[in-house]
């Protein structure tokens, strides 16, 4: 039978744990983030249902964006044991450089729309954390300003062919002048794909005060605030812009783009070229033969065609048919580090991510996008460790099964 008795203020005392609350309100806020889906749900929050559905959306139906997560939902490991991982070292090499985390903030465009900070919170972050950032065509801080604020950060460029070929070149002059180590080529957008989520919002660059944001901005103020109080949008490749994304892209990008300007483009650009939005391995091959130093996987996060292949799926027979002549990078998607990690096995050099470090952009700007790294580093480390590996390069195709 068991008796009961009351406990003594010794046996209580050692149980009691007082909660610390951070003063700072973005502090308080990223305090029980532990995973990318958390500052999605915080950045849901904070932001207005326009700017998040800009980031969070992808073309059409969205069929591609749910295969692509579906894709690393199903990824099976398969770990060894007794091996000795009382350390692991995440990092790998690409473009010839040694990185300390396999993984790289991918290019995104309009970012200060998604905090005020925009690129400068993301190059910092990057420094800090010594990851390759790559700076958008679109992106809404100049070339040379993320270069200023993030002068020992390893950054890229990213470039869309132009209408305006001279306009083009002027870009890349500028990007060499200003130490970006590589050029991004994005190939995957002749046009603008249809996302339908900007166009339910009635999404322009800058947001429209309309009577749907007016409403809007009662319930996100710090957000209007901050987009209001600060400087005017302006982009790394032009002064303004007053439209839809879907109109900037179809007025400013030529759709006949060939595997011609690959080669002007390279004799233009005299460091290391990527070319980014590879779905076959034809075009993966032609990209090599055209001067790419490295080619990336990507369905543009889904935001172009709809119901294209999965990246991951696609990513071993693209590495077995040109990654002995240049380094293969894996993009959409990627939402923890352990979908890193099955990139890597799968072939991959490096993988690119998007959407989750925007979710810490959002949540909390600079702060977010640190913790975003944190938490991706950390779970990539984890993953290998539990894998049974100590290193990047131990990685093989037998450790996942993709179901």
């Not at 249902?49 to 579906?70: H, I, N, P």
């Not at 996060?301 to 040109?322: F, H, K, N, Y």
Request: hydrophobic residues 45%; charged residues 25%; proline residues 5%.
């Amino acid at each position: 039978m068991t008796t009961r008795r009351l406990p003594r203020w010794d046996e209580l005392r050692p149980l009691l744990r007082f909660q610390h609350v951070p003063l700072d309100p973005t502090e308080r806020r990223l305090a029980g983030v532990n995973t990318i889906a958390d500052l999605r749900r915080i950045a849901y929050r904070r932001t207005p249902r326009a700017v998040f559905d800009y980031t969070d959306g992808a073309a059409e139906q969205e069929v591609s964006l749910r295969r692509m997560r579906d894709a690393f939902r199903r990824v099976e490991f398969r770990p060894g044991v007794l091996r000795d991982v009382s350390a692991a070292d995440p990092g790998t090499t690409v473009l010839g450089q040694r990185w300390r985390l396999p993984f790289a903030l991918a290019p995104t465009g309009f970012t200060r729309m998604m905090h005020h900070e925009g690129e400068r919170a993301v190059v910092r972050a990057a420094q800090t954390a010594d990851v390759t950032y790559a700076l958008s065509t679109m992106g809404t801080t100049s070339i040379e300003d993320v270069a200023a604020e993030g002068p020992h950060a390893r950054k890229w460029f990213q470039l869309y062919v132009w209408r305006d070929r001279d306009a083009g070149k002027e870009l890349i002059q500028r990007a060499l002048e200003a130490d970006y180590e590589a050029l991004v080529l994005t190939v995957d957008t002749p046009i603008a794909g249809a996302r339908m989520r900007d166009v339910r919002n009635g999404l322009t660059i800058p947001p429209s005060l309309t009577p749907t944001t007016v409403l809007d901005a009662a319930l996100h103020p710090a957000w209007w605030f901050n987009l209001l109080t600060t400087e005017p949008l302006t982009f790394a490749s032009m002064t303004h812009w007053g439209g839809t994304v879907a109109d900037l892209v179809n007025r400013m990008f030529d759709p006949s783009v060939t595997f011609a300007d690959v080669d002007w483009i390279r004799d233009a650009w005299p460091r290391s070229l990527v070319v980014k939005g590879i779905q076959n391995v034809a075009d993966a091959r032609a990209a090599v033969e055209h001067g790419a130093d490295a080619v990336v996987v990507s369905n543009h996060g889904g935001r172009q065609l709809d119901r294209t292949p999965v990246p991951l799926t696609l990513l071993p027979e693209i590495s077995d048919a040109v990654g002995d002549r240049a380094d293969v990078l894996l993009d959409g998607g990627i939402t923890s580090g352990a979908d890193v990690v099955a990139g890597l096995a799968l072939g991959a050099k490096a993988c690119l991510v998007g959407r989750a470090y925007l979710y810490g952009l959002m949540a909390g700007g600079e702060r977010g996008v640190d913790r975003a790294i944190e938490i991706l580093a950390e779970e990539v480390t984890r993953t290998l460790r539990l894998l049974g590996v100590r290193s990047v390069d131990e990685l093989d195709r037998w450790h996942v099964s993709l179901g």
